[in-house]
């Protein structure tokens, strides 16, 4: 390993103090509360009272909205990660080229971010609206349909663009931080795989693949919990609307929490999320990490 | 390099231009296949109270049938079909009503086009220039130049060939254009015009649309029967793109010598350009939404892509209404969440890269878990935190919050760039006697800088578009930042489009300014970190 001279043993604790400090109070003094909060019993005018054992989680697991959420939750995080993943990695495969262009292309591909969440969410549902919304008009007008196409016909079809402007901004993520990583790939690797006659597919493989996997790693792990966690799209779109159809865990729970003033069941249902999501991180981290020990 | 001799040059010149004019004679075949077909309801009978083979049904079809050789007389192709609908009436007898029609077909092939004096007609002859054009100049310059390697041309002859390529590139894009224009005619101008909603010109494009599907044979409403007309393309004019791509590939054999290279450049540029027009969409509708009327923003009709008047007036108005304010609170939110990530962040990720030390897998395993929770569910514990430290309500709250829930995310992302730079630069310093600080600042930092600069972005950006605990901590509205701040013009029954996107683009335009300087940064500090030494 590359490690430096360090002259304490307590030395490393110290560059890390800060860091502890800062998370420790507003990350996990947080997570203690909802905790707290899933095994008690709380009023709809929020005052917390005694120990109630598992009775939040039952009264969370059985609503009939369960079953749907969490169905929706699991296709929209498998669909937005994997698909921007996917594309995410080809654009920063195509910017890494040598284009004319190549300045602007990459100035535009982080466009997306520069909007929160909330203004690209409220963009693209007046693009989809049926009755006015921009698409219809851009199609109408350069002749490319010939009547006005209802695009957001069934709460199902609602879902699928909500998943698609999720891939929509999360690709820049993937982007970026896949093209930090190829832009470090000594050239040299290249050059000598092209001596040795590779082609492009065995470059790829060989060289490319190995070599960024540090990077796509952490992407697609901040990945699956961003937008596991992800709800200015959802909640700007459809609200969760018709009767929690299109809610994924995160409204559904802010709904539940903020507009039924059920906090018990809410409080529940995070505990539930984070234990998913512990377990999929902890997969993915111990292949991370015996990657990096070999 | 491997000797070519001439006459094999030769014989492949000659495959490419053979390829390149059997190519255009199919296009010219195609083009005379239809490739519109029309249908039209010329006349529509019904005849109630009738049973099929009655007197009634049979004078009824009498009257259809002499109404359809007057039409077959005047050069139509037409079908009749007719239609019963059967039921019981409150007598509980049974009766049916027929209904005839007299459908017409037609089909028009592209040289039909040529004549109709449509907007399409343009679009044609131009995919006809630039066909005969691409086959002359392609010609012209393989004239005396057959044998000569591609690499060796001169250049009148490369020029020559180069723009028989464009040429048959421009007629190959053409097509879907010649298609678009066309249903624009025949449907969106209709519509309008049956509508009322047609803007100057409508009126005399539909005159020459009637002319051109009925000649003069027939009268009454024009914008009646030509809302009943249905039409599709055939499968002719879609084999042109086909037809026409194989003449450019031809081309291209000609010019380079091979097809490979330039193909998969060539999908480069056209997966970039549909990358950026698709990135760059919603920021167009923003734009020009932000400027328009009231009115405009729920047109049914669709009538304009751009605003017919630019209210610049909206702009005053939402800032009236404490856009800016809330632009301020922003900058101050990220600005601070950003530089308190970093200052915590940098000194754990130097110290995750480069010591060794107990408890480090441990510390990286807290890391993750500290992202697992987002802050949508922990907003009651994040509520109760913040009133037990005086923070709520404050932006300085809001900063501590984002910076610490961007920590994981900063420390993840340069403890990998820091992993990424060798240590042996930091090693030898140390050995020349310079403390772990130095080698932070002196060393590592500076080669770090793209990661660095990356990461910064990445914090100041999540920064920015953090919305969901600013809802709920934020109830003063000066002390909002924009993104809760614009959601005061959709309210439940009634979004003001106009304003929303006003402000919106005001909350746009700094941050992309900004990340187009530190674009430059950033593409600087990749390069110079790439060379070694």
Not at chain 2, 268 to 276: A, D
Request: glycine share 8%; proline share 3%.
């Amino acid at each position: 390993m590359d490690s430096i001279l360090v002259r304490h043993k307590w030395e490393p604790y110290v560059w890390l103090l800060p860091s502890i400090v800062l998370m420790t109070t507003f990350v996990i003094f947080p997570i203690m509360i909802v905790f707290k909060l899933a095994f008690s019993e709380i009023s709809k005018a929020g005052i917390v009272g005694g120990f109630v054992g598992l009775q939040n989680f039952i009264d969370a697991v059985k609503a009939p909205a369960f079953g749907p959420v969490m169905i929706n939750t699991f296709i929209w995080v498998i669909s937005v990660v994997g698909l921007s993943t996917l594309i995410g990695f080809i654009m920063a495969m195509v910017l890494n080229q040598d284009f004319h262009g190549r300045k602007i292309a990459r100035s535009i591909v982080v466009f997306p971010w520069a909007t929160s969440l909330v203004i690209q969410a409220s963009i693209w549902n007046y693009i989809i609206k049926f009755e006015y919304g921009n698409l219809n008009n851009v199609l109408l007008n350069l002749g490319i349909i010939k009547e006005a196409i209802n695009w957001r016909a069934t709460y199902q079809i609602e879902f699928m663009w909500e998943c698609g402007v999720g891939i929509f901004v999360t690709i820049p993520f993937v982007t970026f931080c896949v093209l930090s990583g190829l832009q470090s790939i000594d050239a040299a690797y290249y050059e000598a795989a092209t001596v040795d006659g590779a082609n492009f597919w065995q470059k790829l493989r060989n060289v490319t693949i190995p070599l960024v996997m540090p990077s796509l790693t952490v992407s697609t792990v901040l990945n699956i919990i961003y937008v596991f966690n992800s709800f200015p799209i959802i909640y700007t779109i459809t609200k969760g609307a018709p009767a929690n159809k299109t809610d994924t865990l995160i409204t559904y729970l802010y709904m539940l929490a903020f507009y039924d003033q059920k906090k018990g069941p809410a409080t529940a249902l995070s505990v539930i999320g984070f234990t998913i999501l512990c377990f999929v991180s902890g997969i993915y981290m111990m292949i991370t990490m015996k990657k990096e020990d070999a | 390099m491997k000797k070519v001799s001439s006459a094999d040059v030769m014989g492949k010149n000659r495959k490419a231009l053979i390829l390149a004019a059997v190519m255009v004679v199919l296009a010219i075949i195609l083009m005379s296949l239809p490739a519109y077909e029309f249908g039209a309801t010329l006349l529509t009978k019904r005849s109630g109270n009738t049973f099929v083979g009655d007197e009634r049904y049979v004078k009824a079809m009498d009257e259809v049938n002499a109404a359809a050789d007057e039409f077959r007389q005047q050069g139509f192709e037409v079908e009749i079909s007719e239609q019963v609908t059967e039921r019981v009436n409150s007598k509980g007898e049974k009766t049916s009503m027929v209904a005839f029609s007299v459908d017409s077909t037609t089909r028009y092939s592209a040289w039909d086009f040529l004549g109709a004096g449509l907007p399409s007609t343009k679009v044609l002859v131009l995919i006809l220039v630039c066909i005969a054009g691409s086959l002359a100049l392609a010609a012209a310059g393989a004239r005396g130049a057959m044998d000569v390697q591609h690499y060796s041309l001169n250049g009148r002859a490369r020029n020559l060939r180069n723009a028989a390529c464009w040429l048959a590139f421009a007629a190959l894009a053409l097509v879907p254009v010649f298609a678009m224009v066309n249903t624009h005619t025949f449907s969106r101008q209709i519509t309008l015009f049956a509508g009322g909603m047609g803007g100057e010109g409508t009126a005399e494009l539909v005159e020459r649309i009637g002319a051109f599907l009925y000649g003069d044979a027939v009268s009454g409403d024009l914008g009646d029967l030509l809302s009943g007309v249905t039409y599709r393309t055939t499968w002719s004019l879609w084999a042109l793109i086909p037809v026409l791509f194989a003449l450019l590939c031809g081309l291209i054999m000609l010019l380079k010598g091979e097809l490979v290279s330039v193909l998969s450049r060539g999908a480069m540029y056209l997966f970039i350009i549909g990358m950026s027009i698709l990135i760059l969409y919603p920021f167009y509708v923003m734009f020009i939404t932000g400027f328009r009327s009231n009115a405009e923003t729920t047109d049914m009709y669709f009538l304009h892509m751009l605003p017919t008047q630019w209210i610049w007036s909206n702009m005053k108005d939402i800032i009236g209404r404490g856009v800016l304010r809330y632009l301020m609170n922003s900058i101050f939110l990220s600005v601070g969440a950003t530089t308190i990530a970093m200052l915590c962040g940098i000194p754990a990720a130097y110290a995750m890269a480069r010591m060794k030390f107990k408890g480090k897998n441990i510390f990286l395993g807290f890391v993750i878990m500290s992202q697992m929770f987002s802050p949508v569910v922990l907003l009651v514990g994040i509520s109760q935190l913040m009133n037990t430290l005086k923070l709520n309500d404050s932006i300085i709250g809001l900063m501590l919050i984002n910076a610490a829930f961007n920590q994981a995310f900063a420390i993840w992302l340069l403890r990998g760039t820091f992993l990424s730079i060798s240590s042996e630069m930091e090693q030898a310093a140390c050995i020349d006697g310079c403390n772990t600080v130095e080698a932070l600042i002196r060393i590592l930092l500076p080669m770090a800088a793209p990661g660095i600069v990356t990461t910064l972005i990445f914090v100041f950006i999540n920064a920015w578009n953090e919305y969901t605990i600013s809802t709920v901590l934020i109830s003063t509205p000066a002390n909002k930042p924009i993104t809760v701040g614009i959601t005061q013009f959709s309210s439940f029954n009634m979004i003001e489009w106009q304003y929303l996107f006003a402000s919106a683009l005001l909350a746009t335009i700094p941050v992309v300014i900004l990340f187009m300087c530190i674009e430059k940064h950033l593409a600087a500090g990749l390069t110079s970190g790439g060379v070694k030494g």
